[in-house]
């Protein structure tokens, strides 16, 4: 476990954006959700996966939409407590830790600002590795967990809880949820065990983020290619 401080949020928002190639729109306005919401409730617990217990319950935090369109929506964290109480209360159990869904533009950060604000640590994995343009395109999908029951929620406080037959048709469902409320939502879905998080997440996904942004800001600042950097590194 370490923490995850404002510096860092800067490097893993850079290296999710190379990862992402453009999925998940411009970080900017998600990083400045998981900055503002460090500064106000302190810095974010990043564990690994390993550090789960089995019979955890872990949930990746997620925006479904436009992300430019939260640059007039907003977050705060009434959206966060009703995605995790309402999940949490369909499974009886306390959520334990939050996670990223994918690592590309503002779902890189979203998980961030959701844990700061939460008091719960986050999960140092994701379903893909990059960006993904479908709900069903992760790992989990091929490892048959559902991604329902899922919680949506807008910033007005409107909740739409989806239960589908099957992943894909949960990306049909929330994503017209998302259209009916402005163009953006917040969901939590994917619900899962410990047990299951260590057996079909890709791990290390913020921390490989955060070495790719911290190797091409390093490079910027010594006024080099940052190109052969990041060949290197990858």
């Known amino acids: 476990m370490r923490k995850i401080g404002i510096s860092d949020i800067e490097d893993i928002a850079l290296g999710a954006a190379l990862l992402g190639?453009?999925?998940?729109?411009?970080?900017?306005?998600?990083?400045?959700?998981?900055?503002?919401?460090?500064?106000?409730?302190?810095?974010?617990?990043?564990?690994?996966?390993?550090?789960?217990?089995?019979?955890?319950?872990?949930?990746?935090?997620?925006?479904?939409?436009?992300?430019?369109?939260?640059?007039?929506?907003?977050?705060?964290?009434?959206?966060?407590?009703?995605?995790?109480?309402?999940?949490?209360?369909?499974?009886?159990?306390?959520?334990?830790?939050?996670?990223?869904?994918?690592?590309?533009?503002?779902?890189?950060?979203?998980?961030?600002?959701?844990?700061?604000?939460l008091g719960l640590p986050m999960v140092d994995v994701d379903g893909m590795g990059r960006a993904f343009p479908e709900l069903r395109h992760v790992t989990w999908t091929l490892f048959d967990i559902p991604a329902c029951p899922a919680v949506v929620c807008d910033e007005k406080g409107d909740v739409v809880t989806v239960e589908a037959v099957d992943n894909a048709w949960a990306e049909r469902l929330s994503r017209n949820a998302a259209i009916t409320t402005g163009g953006s939502v917040f969901m939590?879905?994917?619900?899962?065990?410990?047990?299951?998080?260590?057996?079909?997440s890709i791990p290390g996904t913020s921390t490989y983020c955060e070495q790719i942004g911290?190797?091409?800001?390093?490079?910027?600042?010594?006024?080099?290619d940052p190109l052969p950097v990041i060949l290197d590194l990858l």
């Open 214 to 224: 911290r190797a091409i800001r390093e490079a910027h600042e010594q006024n080099v």
């Open 21 to 117: 190639a453009g999925g998940g729109g411009d970080p900017y306005i998600g990083k400045l959700l998981a900055i503002g919401a460090v500064k106000e409730c302190g810095e974010v617990s990043l564990i690994d996966v390993d550090e789960l217990s089995d019979d955890d319950v872990v949930v990746p935090v997620a925006s479904v939409g436009a992300p430019t369109i939260l640059t007039e929506k907003g977050v705060g964290s009434n959206e966060f407590t009703k995605l995790i109480d309402m999940v949490g209360s369909y499974y009886g159990k306390k959520i334990t830790a939050i996670m990223p869904i994918e690592a590309g533009g503002v779902n890189s950060m979203l998980p961030i600002a959701a844990a700061a604000r």
């Open 188 to 200: 939590a879905d994917y619900a899962m065990t410990g047990a299951q998080a260590k057996k079909a």
